[in-house]
T-cell receptor
Framework: GDSVTQMEGPVTLSEEAFLTINCTYTATGYPSLFWYVQYPGEGLQLLLKATKADDKGSNKGFEATYRKETTSFHLEKGSVQVSDSAVYFCALTDPYSSASKIIFGSGTRLSIRP | EAQVTQNPRYLITVTGKKLTVTCSQNMNHEYMSWYRQDPGLGLRQIYYSMNVEVTDKGDVPEGYKVSRKEKRNFPLILESPSPNQTSLYFC???????????????FGAGSRLTVL
């Protein structure tokens, strides 16, 4: 079945460092891909999404490109801030096999040092 | 403000004492879902509902019940809680089912439940 695999954390970086969080997926159809972010003590909220191959989602300086050939949707940011400390979840929806649900990765905890 | 509201936010209870976690959304969303979040396991879906009086099991439904009598409310019921149900619970909603048109989920702030 469909699945999402993302890099294990925790990831600790210094402020202004470059960030990459890897995410790969398996899907039977043509999924839409998402990154959700969970700040401390809060629920998840959408960070960005992409609905077809080669689409780039972007928000708050974060970017991710839908790569069908490598089945990947890696999250990047050029210069992280302390306020980016959170847990990041990669996710997919696949109307052909799992129309009623969104499948989440296990989450990657990011900590940014001042 | 568009939101999903869960109550209680924190609860400590004892084994076997029935409890209900309420969830309400003010966006007229059709789809609602419950998840539990456990360290190293990410989010796992417990139950979901595609509309009033339509509910179905997710990946980990054992020990839980839900109902959807009104569009805005989707309570999670633990008839006889056990310690393995200690977890962080999230309710979420979206306009349509997630797979249709890349619908985005709106999450509540979470309910941390401890069963002793």
């Amino acid at each position: 079945g469909d699945s999402v695999t993302q890099m294990e954390g925790p990831v600790t970086l210094s402020e202004e460092a470059f960030l990459t969080i890897n995410c790969t997926y398996t899907a039977t159809g043509y999924p839409s891909l998402f990154w959700y972010v969970q700040y401390p003590g809060e629920g998840l909220q959408l960070l960005l999404k992409a609905t077809k191959a080669d689409d780039k989602g972007s928000n708050k300086g974060f970017e991710a490109t839908y790569r069908k050939e490598t089945t990947s949707f890696h999250l990047e940011k050029g210069s992280v801030q302390v306020s980016d400390s959170a847990v990041y979840f990669c996710a997919l929806t696949d109307p052909y096999s799992s129309a009623s649900k969104i499948i989440f990765g296990s989450g990657t905890r990011l900590s940014i040092r001042p | 403000e568009a939101q999903v509201t869960q109550n209680p936010r924190y609860l400590i209870t004892v084994t076997g004492k029935k409890l209900t976690v309420t969830c309400s959304q003010n966006m007229n969303h059709e789809y609602m879902s419950w998840y539990r979040q456990d360290p190293g396991l990410g989010l796992r879906q417990i139950y979901y509902s595609m509309n009033v009086e339509v509910t179905d099991k997710g990946d980990v439904p054992e020990g839980y019940k839900v109902s959807r009598k009104e569009k805005r409310n989707f309570p999670l019921i633990l008839e006889s809680p056990s310690p393995n149900q200690t977890s962080l619970y999230f309710c979420a909603s979206s306009q349509n089912t997630p797979g249709s048109g890349a619908n985005v989920l709106t999450f509540g702030a979470g309910s941390r439940l401890t069963v002793l």
